[in-house]
């Protein structure tokens, strides 16, 4: 009953997984094929300099011929440059100045005790009123267009005064307020009376300015101005020939290439050609994701099977691609290189293996291929240095191996970048140092996989070779405390870690995992040591005391104390699989077998003898079941010989298989053949066994 309800229920777990897979699929192609540019693709690749490649171009429709974006900002520098100022004349500083020059002659002549010499102030008043009317004509200019150089270089130069309307003048014939000072000083020379020079700085200490420049006139101004430059040049009339086969690509025929690009991937979203485009964008997509799924089914089935493992996958592939759109889609195209788009084949190689990265590289690379200008140039360079990148992390061992990567990247890029600049342009002189700060910022980038990588170990259940490295440190507290309340266990688990790392090298698989989690497998018997045979050494046996199914459960109790333990200390999920599985569904068979001898008659439940599993279900846990079972089995032996060992090796893991222990894990008839030929030898090695050599 219990065996027909868990095939239910796995039946069900794999519909379900089924049904995730599909969304999943359906969901990445759809945001793939809404990333793709929605215009059409223009196909021609081309280079200004270089001769045309192709077949002879006419023009399919009429088409202007657009100015560059360096004559278009040619052109504007060049208003800019000649555009009028615009300043506002304030009408209230006039009368500002007249009552400040009134009161001051006024205070002068108090002061001097003049009170009632009426007639002189008031001519010294009008005298003055009339010197300040003659500055004041045009207005006095402030002076806080000093800076420009080309105002302060050209005196010409016109400008226009905003008052009562609009009207123009020359900026000389405006007075700063240092001219207005020679004004005055010429009209007081006029003035024939021991007051003269009184007057003189009294009309100074008044004077403001009350012209200002208006930044927000000049402004509007300027845009009118730029808004009147005509963006083409020309028009090429349907049917003219465009460009012939081995032209050399001139500066004029290059921009007319790009006009006619710019045209033909202009295309209405609601028209028919836009469907056509979104359906190719689909096949693309499609096929592309097609391939992925046929690799992982043929070569790495585990990971295919593997919902979150298969969400980390695509997701990184879509992330990679989104961020290269935004930055094609909002920035200038030249931002690309900053992008570190080897951050995909990172985070692939630092959890999988370097055939999986490279594969799932190329293929993101071919999907953004589709959507660059010159796709050749760019599919060349991810792919050489995504391997670079890759290669750089074979044997990954610790964190500062990322600042390696980091540099190689860097390098690479720049190396790749100058050899196609040269080689398209035949000068250095084209060589952008700007293009180089930027592979640097991607490389300086590339260093985000820290956090990723920390962030995917969370999300989704990953653990990478640089975390496994760590925690195979026996000092990590779980292993100093397995070492110093159940030595017994701890030495188990290193031999079975030796023994499971071989085997798992010899058939294929990921040796440092399945060796991690052999040193952890055990954990759970920190709880309770004398329980279990390995750690009694004063000779006494607490299960004497017990009965059968109570020695049985306080044995498969350390699963679910080990598990309890590593969740406590934040062990990784692939760890505890290990540790959830090293005994599968299996049973305590000498608790079982002697309940069975001693109550021959009495009736037997079996799930008190049986562990809670589930059984491995990938290649490295089903090789620790395997090594774990042969090493303990092999220290109860009385007699250390090829036949021992081998009858043991064979009888235990035939066990096993007969009990379907290995049917959710991808290994093979093969490989178990292998693996047990495997343990015999490593087993004949720990015990010094060696071959009787035949009497003469």
């Known amino acids: 009953m219990k065996k027909q309800f868990l095939h239910i229920a796995y039946l069900m777990v794999k519909q379900h997984e089924y049904v995730y897979k ?99 102030k008031d001519k010294y008043k009008k005298i003055g009123h009339a010197i300040l009317q003659k500055v004041y004509d045009k207005g006095i200019i402030s002076s806080n267009l ?67 420049y208006s930044e927000e006139y000049t402004k509007n101004a300027l845009k009118k101005e730029v808004d009147k430059i005509s963006i083409t040049y020309g028009l090429v009339q349907q049917g003219e020939l465009v460009i012939s086969t081995g032209q050399i690509i001139s500066d004029n025929k290059y921009q007319i290439l790009q006009s006619l690009k710019t045209e033909y991937e202009k295309v209405d979203e609601h028209s028919a050609n836009w469907l056509y485009v979104l359906l190719g964008h689909f096949i693309i997509v499609l096929f592309v994701i097609a391939v992925i ?27 990679t691609a989104f961020v290269v759109r935004l930055v094609l889609k909002f920035g200038d195209i030249s931002n690309l290189y900053a992008v570190p788009i080897c951050i995909l084949p990172l985070l692939i190689k630092v959890f999988y293996d370097s055939r999986l990265a490279l594969f799932i590289h190329l293929s993101t690379v071919l999907i953004l291929a589709f959507w660059m200008p010159n796709s050749a140039e760019f599919f060349f360079m991810q792919i050489v240095v995504g391997n670079i990148a890759i290669f750089s992390l074979v ?47 991607n490389g300086l980038l590339l260093l985000s996989a820290y956090p990723f990588i920390y962030i995917s170990e969370k999300v989704f259940g990953l653990v990478s070779d640089v975390s496994l490295m760590e925690l195979s440190d026996t000092n990590h507290p779980l292993l100093r405390t397995l070492a110093a309340k159940a030595p017994g266990t701890f030495q188990h688990s290193m031999q079975v870690a030796n023994l499971a790392e071989s085997a798992v090298y010899k058939i294929g698989g990921n040796p440092l995992l399945v060796r991690v989690g052999a040193l952890y497998h055990d954990i759970g018997k920190s709880e309770m040591p004398f329980y279990f045979i390995e750690n009694q050494i004063t000779g006494v046996n607490p299960h004497d005391g017990l009965s059968f199914e109570d020695s049985a459960q306080i044995i498969i109790s350390h699963v679910i104390k080990g598990i309890e333990m590593a969740k406590k200390h934040k062990l990784p999920d692939p760890i505890i699989d290990f540790i959830r599985t090293h005994h599968g569904t299996g049973k305590v068979q000498y608790f079982y077998r002697s309940f069975i001898k001693t109550y021959p008659e009495a009736k037997i439940d079996e799930d008190k003898f049986c562990y809670p599993g589930p059984s491995p279900f990938t290649k490295e846990t089903a090789v620790l079941m395997m090594a774990d079972s ?35 894990a991808n290994i093979t008839f093969k490989d178990i053949t292998v693996l047990k030929k495997l343990f015999i030898k490593e087993l004949l090695s720990i015990y010094h066994v060696r071959v009787e050599y035949p009497k003469l």
Request: glycine share 2%; hydrophobic share 40%; charged share 25%.
């Open 395 to 441: 044997n990954i061992k610790n964190r500062s191996q990322l600042f390696i990567t980091s540099a190689l990247v860097f390098i690479a890029y720049s190396v790749i970048y100058i050899g196609i600049t040269i080689s398209f342009d035949g000068s250095y002189a084209a060589i952008q140092p700007s293009v180089i700060g930027k592979f640097a910022i």
């Open 22 to 120: 599909i969304a999943l699929f359906s969901v990445i192609i759809a945001a793939f094929v809404y990333l793709f540019p929605s215009g059409v693709q223009f196909k021609y690749t081309y280079q200004k300099g270089k001769p045309w490649l192709y077949e002879n171009i006419f023009a399919p429709f009429d088409f202007s011929i657009y100015k560059s974006k360096e004559d278009l900002s040619n052109e504007q520098n060049e208003i800019k440059l000649h555009v009028k100022r615009y300043f506002l004349f304030d009408k209230e500083i006039y009368k500002q100045v007249i009552e400040s020059f009134d009161k001051q002659i006024d205070n002068n002549f108090q002061k001097r005790g003049l009170l009632n010499v009426f007639d002189k």
């Open 630 to 664: 042969v090493e303990a089995a092999a220290r109860s032996l009385s007699k250390y010989d090829f036949e021992s060992i081998s009858s043991l090796v064979k009888n235990i893991i035939d066990h096993q298989m007969k009990e379907e222990q290995f049917s959710n």
């Open 146 to 212: 000093q800076n420009n150089p080309y105002v302060n270089e050209n005196k010409d130069f016109e400008i226009v005064i905003v008052k009562d309307g609009e009207y123009l003048v020359t900026l000389g014939d405006v007075p700063s307020l240092e001219f207005a000072v020679t004004i005055i000083d010429q009209e007081c020379k006029n003035i024939d009376n021991e007051d003269k020079n009184t007057i003189s700085s009294i009309l100074k200490n008044s004077l403001k300015s009350n012209l200002y």
């Open 293 to 319: 799924t046929s690799f992982l089914l043929l070569f790495r089935k585990d990971i295919f099977e593997h919902n979150p493992q298969l969400t980390f996958i695509l997701l990184t592939m879509f992330f």
